[in-house]
């Protein structure tokens, strides 16, 4: 189902009230909901390339002056490249909360908890299935550090990832505990976290014919795994904020280490 939801909450998966069964003995029901956002957006480029609307365009043609960059400093973006990353986020976001509906269906609502999955710290099975699959959770780059920029130039960086992607090493070094998401201490006290760029072609990758015929036949899952570019990665700090040695001091970039804003229930992404 798709509904419009609120800001950040891409996806939610919830539990029927009565616990009822699902298809295969001993299992139940749950809810996928997901945010027509980023639908929105898919539909948004195809009228783009039919030639009907250029809605799509409006946001990457502002973006840039709303964050108070030169004119002559300001770049194109390419549209079909964010087009993929809105596609990919999709994806993920299904994936995710698919991950939720699988726990669901075999352990009750009422039951509780979700499990800990290898040696993560929260028990958030969504993030835990990327981890293990992808080797990261993807999060938009957002720039945040500019006053002109209310809650929702916010969102639509969110929604519209015109600065790429990056993923950290550890998902859930700081994630909050709540009521359904409860924290181990980490077996490693170090805290330091890295977070490293998703390069653009392992996203294209991911949707061509190559990977899934070829590299995943000679390598494995690993050839979907996201791939750890060392000479970009950068430290986390306990702020959340990460900071690049090649990017000016002022540039902050939040990598939102929990987009869901995960409250009681349901879980959301
Ligand atoms: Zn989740």
Redesign the pocket.
């Known amino acids: 189902m798709l509904h419009k939801m609120r800001a950040h909450i891409y996806g939610c998966t919830s539990g029927h009230k009565k616990d009822e069964i699902a298809s295969a003995p001993s299992t139940r029901q749950s809810r996928i909901r997901l945010s027509s956002s980023r639908l929105d957006l898919l539909h948004a480029y195809n009228r783009l390339m039919l030639g009907t609307s250029n809605d799509y365009e409006v946001f990457f043609g502002n973006i840039m002056k709303k964050l108070g960059v030169a004119e002559d400093r300001q770049i194109d973006f390419d549209l079909e490249s964010a087009n993929f990353r809105v596609m990919f986020l999709l994806a993920r976001t299904m994936f ?1 909360e698919f991950a ?1 509906a699988f726990c669901m269906a075999y352990v009750s609502s009422s039951d509780g908890i979700e499990p800990w999955i290898a040696d993560n710290i929260s028990n ?1 099975i ?2 835990a299935l990327e981890k293990y699959v992808l080797g990261g959770c993807p999060t938009p780059n957002v720039v945040i550090d500019h006053s002109s920029m209310n809650n929702e130039d916010h969102a639509q960086q969110k929604d519209h990832a015109p600065f790429g992607l990056s993923f950290a090493e550890n998902w859930d070094l700081w994630r909050p505990e709540s009521k359904l998401e409860l924290r181990k201490s980490p077996i490693n006290q170090d805290l330091t976290n890295v977070v490293y760029p998703l390069p653009q072609r392992h996203i294209h990758e991911l949707f061509g014919n190559e990977l899934w015929t070829q590299k995943v036949d000679r390598f494995g899952s690993s050839a979907v795994k996201h791939p750890k570019l060392q000479r970009w990665k950068v430290l986390q700090d306990f702020q959340k904020h990460w900071i690049a040695t090649a990017v000016p001091r002022n540039l902050l970039i939040d990598t939102d280490a929990n987009p ?1 804003g ?1 409250g009681s229930a349901p ?3």
């Open positions: 995710h939720h958030e969504g993030y869901g995960h879980r959301s992404s």
